[in-house]
Antibody, heavy 124, light 107 residues
Framework: EVQLVESGGGLVQPGGSLRLSCAASGFTFSDHYMDWVRQAPGKGLEWVGRARDKANAYTIQYAASVKGRFTISRDDSKNSLYLQMNSLKTEDTAVYYC???????????????WGQGTLVTVSS | SYVLTQPPSVSVAPGQTARITCGGNNIGIKSVHWYQQKPGQAPVLVLYDDSDRPSGIPDRFSGSNSGNTATLTISRVEAGDEADYYCHVWESSRYVVFGRGTQLTVL
């Protein structure tokens, strides 16, 4: 059974930092693209970024809204995805999900599997 | 930047057919994916690559994509289908775009 479990959310002041983790199990993590998607309270889904696999040089892609402030990384030896968030703004308040799909399924471009999400609140 | 346009809400009576559209410039040449999200839950993939259903999704869910509009069709709507629905594409393999979501109300 595929499982994605996010952790690390919490309350942080504007300008602060937070690191989220996503622990994966039930599939071959190393050959999956892994994405972060967020959802502000009462709002829609917003893509944060993607970590591609080794075969794609571990390329990282970011949404314009977070580029330069957020850093995505992965550790295939730990089956884990990370999101380092710096210079946080109140508008970064959201539930952060990690999501993935097999490359053999929609070319890895849809999200067959989602975690339960972790809430990040940026407030003074 | 690429924009996906969805109606904010759609209402339908039980047993009827709901159609949720997702408009985008030449969206017909892209692969469109659809998600269902119920309150307090993570999204669930209901259609991928325009019209394919993941295992476990009933065949009441179908999709089409042509020109500037992709459509999610839910036949024989049930009360349990009430949720927010989002369309999703990759733009030129550079970034992801989601529609703003459509709230489906079952009357």
């Amino acid at each position: 059974e595929v499982q994605l479990v996010e952790s690390g959310g919490g309350l942080v002041q504007p300008g602060g930092s937070l690191r989220l983790s996503c622990a994966a199990s039930g599939f071959t993590f190393s050959d999956h693209y892994m994405d972060w998607v967020r959802q502000a309270p009462g709002k829609g889904l917003e893509w944060v970024g993607r970590a591609r696999d080794k075969a794609n040089a571990y390329t990282i892609q970011y949404a314009a809204s977070v580029k330069g402030r957020f850093t995505i990384s992965r550790d295939d030896s730990k089956n884990s995805l990370y999101l380092q968030m710096n210079s946080l703004k109140t508008e970064d308040t959201a539930v952060y999900y990690c999501a993935t799909s097999s490359l053999a399924f929609c070319g890895g471009d849809c999200y067959r599997y989602w975690g339960q999400g972790t809430l990040v609140t940026v407030s003074s | 930047s690429y924009v996906l346009t969805q109606p904010p809400s759609v209402s339908v009576a039980p047993g009827q057919t709901a159609r949720i559209t997702c408009g985008g410039n030449n969206i017909g040449i892209k692969s469109v994916h659809w998600y269902q999200q119920k309150p307090g839950q993570a999204p669930v993939l209901v259609l991928y690559d325009d019209s394919d259903r993941p295992s476990g999704i009933p065949d009441r869910f179908s999709g089409s994509n042509s020109g500037n509009t992709a459509t999610l069709t839910i036949s024989r709507v049930e009360a349990g289908d009430e949720a927010d629905y989002y369309c999703h594409v990759w733009e030129s393999s550079r970034y992801v775009v989601f529609g703003r979501g459509t709230q489906l109300t079952v009357l």
